[in-house]
Antibody, heavy 120, light 108 residues
Framework: QVQLQESGPGLVKPSETLSLTCTVS????????WSWIRQPPGKGLEWIGY???????KYNPSLTSRVTISGDTSRNQFSLKLRSVTAADTAVYFC??????????????WGKGTTVTVSS | SSELTQDPAVSVALGQTVRITCQGD??????ATWYQQRPGQAPLLVIY???NRPSGIPDRFSGSSSGNTASLTITGAQAEDEADYYC???????????FGGGTKLTVL
């Protein structure tokens, strides 16, 4: 059974880089795609992006200039880096496993989420 | 605002049927995926593709689509179905994915 666990600092200063890691157990990151999603306090879900290992990554157009998602097969982890953060980046960040066909995409395994606050 | 439009709130009497809708032009060509999110929890996949339920999702949940509208139907809503529901599908560029704004379902 695949399980995901997010980890990283809970507090990041404005203008710095938010870095989170998702550790995958029970499966390999070389299979499937792997996503990051966030949810600001009291608001809806926002797709950040995903990557298919050694193939390609896709990012939310509103974040693409600041975000990188990458994987580390030696640790079976994938990571999120979001640069130049502001208070608007304060959110619960989720990692998830994704799959799909040409006509749909779904995320069937999710981490529990980690809260990141951007504040000085 | 999201490119996928959902009603902010819907209510249903216990045991009755409720339909939660998601509108967007890309839904004419792509299926919606549906997630349930209870307070303080991660989203849970409930419907994907034409009308597929992951293992463990009750069969009272079903999905359908017509034109630019995708629907999640709960037949015989239970108290535990009270949650936020999000649709998810292609954005207008057909190159990325986007969530709808979410619908808060209240079971009366």
């Amino acid at each position: 059974q695949v399980q995901l666990q997010e980890s990283g600092p809970g507090l990041v200063k404005p203008s710095e880089t938010l870095s989170l890691t998702c550790t995958v157990s029970g499966g390999s990151i070389t299979d499937y795609s792997w996503s990051w999603i966030r949810q600001p306090p009291g608001k809806g879900l926002e797709w950040i992006g995903y990557f298919y290992y050694s193939e390609y990554s896709k990012y939310n157009p509103s974040l693409t200039s600041r975000v990188t998602i990458s994987g580390d097969t030696s640790r079976n982890q994938f990571s999120l880096k979001l640069r130049s953060v502001t208070a608007a980046d304060t959110a619960v960040y989720f990692c998830a496993r994704g799959s799909g066909s040409g006509f749909y995409y779904y995320m069937d395994v999710w981490g529990k989420g980690t809260t990141v606050t951007v504040s000085s | 605002s999201s490119e996928l439009t959902q009603d902010p709130a819907v209510s249903v009497a216990l045991g009755q049927t409720v339909r939660i809708t998601c509108q967007g032009d890309t839904l004419r060509n792509y299926f919606a995926t549906w997630y349930q999110q209870r307070p303080g929890q991660a989203p849970l996949l409930v419907i994907y593709g034409r009308n597929n339920r992951p293992s463990g999702i009750p069969d009272r949940f079903s999905g359908s689509s017509s034109g630019n509208t995708a629907s999640l139907t709960i037949t015989g809503a239970q108290a535990e179905d009270e949650a936020d529901y999000y649709c998810y599908s292609r954005d207008s560029s057909y190159n990325h994915w986007v969530f709808g704004g979410g619908t808060k379902l209240t079971v009366l």
